[in-house]
């Protein structure tokens, strides 16, 4: 069920890459704070009248911080345009048209239907979208800014590309090159039906040296073993072997955060890894300044799979966070930065660091 309002345009308060941030007026509430997709809703000026979607606010949710535009009751007409045959929400109210890469009408879709293997191609496959820009940043560190970096976004958590700061920030100053989103989720550079033709893609089309893969922002999880949307990493480790690939994992480390289930490794990586994966992946460790933390990290990776499952690795990713400082780019998880959960991003920078070391040796 869903909770909705009426509500007038006061202000514009950025607009980037196909999202609007906006004020809006709510009678008897004051200006609030909404997102409109312009794609799916069309354009949005100051003095419309608009139906908001305030479920998430009222509700105090994780992502209550702002509502969204649900229809612009000022101009309710869009054209969708020609191009493509594929529907993303589909049979939602707000399903959208997209051109998806691999399909009959794209440009793209001999050179993807004519590829059938990433050939080695390092994926690193991540849980958290946070997780996104140290791996990237490693990547680039690693490379001297010379190793093509794609990212490819799931449908496991945000939809629309366009809500992530982060990947707008990452485009914008060189750490990642292009993106791809699959599934239902959209507005990539490219538009792909599932993980493995968004896969493809990215080598076929993005020309990838490295590919990273996470969600979007808002992991979802009910604190069950199996009940979070990050389940996804084992079976994106498996669609990277099937085609191919040479799978690299972040593990989810933290010796910052309150919650026992995630000190220092995760359950969920240890789900995802130890249970949902049923092939093999590089799991790249961080070197660590504490001593205790990195033997407690392997006692649970001991409790978590065999040892013949994965390959450990470790690698320092100090770099990634001091390219992401050079560049500008600042960096949070669960609202706390590098220096207050320093071991969660060096596992992030030091996959990174890995999977271009894979790339340089190959070359």
């Not at 869903?2 to 514009?12: G, P």
């Not at 649900?70 to 309710?76: I, K, V, W």
Request: neutral net charge.
């Amino acid at each position: 069920m869903i909770r909705t309002r009426q509500a007038t345009v006061t202000q514009i308060l950025n607009r980037r890459n196909g999202l609007t941030e906006l004020l809006t007026a709510i009678p008897g509430q004051g200006d609030q704070k909404a997102y409109n997709y312009d794609g799916l809703t069309g354009p949005v000026e100051v003095g419309d009248s608009v139906i908001l979607n305030t479920t998430a606010v009222a509700k105090k949710l994780g992502t209550g911080g702002a509502h969204f535009v649900m229809a612009n009751l000022t101009r309710p007409e869009r054209d969708a345009g020609e191009a493509g045959h594929i529907m993303k929400l589909r049979y939602s109210p707000t399903q959208v048209k997209v051109l998806a890469a691999e399909e009959p009408e794209s440009p793209w879709a001999a050179s993807i239907s004519s590829t059938e293997s990433l050939a080695g191609t390092p994926v690193i496959v991540g849980e958290l979208h946070s997780m996104l820009a140290p791996a990237a940043s490693g990547v680039k560190a690693f490379s001297d800014g010379q190793a093509r970096v794609v990212y490819i976004m799931t449908d496991g958590a945000a939809l629309p590309i366009y809500l992530s700061n982060l990947v707008h920030q990452l485009k914008e100053c060189g750490l990642l090159d292009a993106t791809i989103t699959c599934g239902h989720a959209f507005g990539g550079d490219w538009e792909t039906v599932n993980i493995y033709s968004a896969l493809l893609t990215g080598v076929a089309t993005a020309k990838a040296d490295v590919i990273i893969v996470t969600m979007g922002p808002g992991i979802v999880g009910t604190a069950s073993r199996y009940g979070f949307t990050g389940v996804e990493q084992g079976e994106i480790v498996n669609a990277v072997n099937i085609l191919g690939g040479t799978p690299v994992a972040i593990p989810r480390i933290s010796f910052a955060d309150p919650r026992a289930r995630h000190r220092g490794l995760s359950h969920h990586t240890a789900t995802a890894l130890g249970k949902i994966a049923l092939t093999a992946c590089t799991v790249v460790l961080p070197e660590l300044d504490n001593p205790s933390w990195s033997q407690t990290i392997f006692k649970q990776i001991a409790a978590a799979w065999p040892p013949e499952k994965h390959t450990l690795v470790s690698e320092d990713g100090r770099s990634a966070l001091r390219e992401l400082a050079s560049r500008g780019v600042k960096i949070t998880s669960m609202g706390r930065a590098p220096e207050q959960d320093p071991a969660f991003f060096l596992a992030a920078g030091a996959a990174g660091i890995y999977a271009a070391r894979l790339t340089a040796a190959a070359n």
